[in-house]
């Protein structure tokens, strides 16, 4: 099992970048495919972006390719999620999620509490 806490959120101008982090607790966090999703109330979780154990593989939602990165410091139990050229569109609450199956699946086991971003026009 595994705990995640996620930070960094904010309020950033359309343009700016921001990076969000989550930590992870436990002692098996490079052995979790890790993952970013967002949310805007009253629509559903979307996925963001995923990066495998070994950081080697990454996959990305259209949305974002070309202006997201995903990254993660296994010797941290930290994964990274950072944001340019933001749009107001990219406005949600962003959450961490882990699980043990291949880059491109997107059901998670665990989730962290989320955090906000906001992108102001």
């Known amino acids: 099992q595994v705990q995640l806490v996620e930070s960094g959120g904010g309020l950033v101008q359309a343009g700016g970048s921001l990076r969000v982090s989550c930590a992870a607790s436990?002692?098996?966090?490079?052995?979790?495919?890790m993952g970013w999703f967002r949310q805007t109330p009253g629509k559903e979780r979307d996925f963001v972006a995923a990066?495998?154990?070994?950081?080697?593989?990454?996959y990305y939602a259209d949305s974002v390719k070309g202006r997201f990165t995903i990254s993660r410091d296994n010797a941290q139990n930290t994964v990274y999620l950072q944001m340019n050229s933001l749009k107001p569109e990219d406005t949600a609450v962003y959450y961490c999620?882990?699980?043990?199956?291949?880059?491109?699946?997107?059901?998670?086991?665990?989730w962290g509490q989320g955090t906000q971003v906001t992108v102001s026009s």
């Open positions: 990066i495998d154990w070994s950081g080697g593989n990454t």
């Open positions: 436990g002692r098996t966090f490079s052995s979790y495919t």
């Open positions: 999620a882990a699980h043990r199956r291949g880059v491109t699946s997107i059901n998670y086991d665990y």
